[in-house]
Nanobody, 115 residues
Framework: QVQLVESGGGLVQPGGSLRVSCAASGFTFSMTYMSWVRQAPGKGLEWVSSINTGDRVDVADSVKGRFTVSRDNAKKMLYLQMNSLKPEDTALYYC?????????WGQGTLVTVSS
């Protein structure tokens, strides 16, 4: 079955960096668009970034220039490199299969940006 398992979340100070990862299994990862979606405490879901089967990416304005999505198709891994983190980036970050249609979600990894 489809599995998406995120890792790498944690506590980081404002201005710091963090990379979260997602291990995918149960589907043909190399042929699948992937996305990151986040949910801040008490707020709704916010799309962060998507990547096609190669290296074409789309990034939300709120994180443009700070966050970079990438993938390793051989390892079936999706990454989100987050730099210059702000307190408002605090959220549960989900790895999601798809881009326009999001049809499988991981359990999320919590990123907390605080001093």
């Amino acid at each position: 079955q489809v599995q998406l398992v995120e890792s790498g979340g944690g506590l980081v100070q404002p201005g710091g960096s963090l990379r979260v990862s997602c291990a995918a299994s149960g589907f043909t990862f190399s042929m699948t668009y992937m996305s990151w979606v986040r949910q801040a405490p008490g707020k709704g879901l916010e799309w962060v970034s998507s990547i096609n089967t190669g290296d074409r990416v789309d990034v939300a304005d709120s994180v443009k220039g700070r966050f970079t999505v990438s993938r390793d198709n051989a390892k079936k891994m999706l990454y989100l490199q987050m730099n210059s983190l702000k307190p408002e980036d605090t959220a549960l970050y989900y790895c999601v299969r798809g881009s326009e249609t999001l049809d499988a979600w991981g359990q999320g990894t919590l990123v907390t940006v605080s001093s």
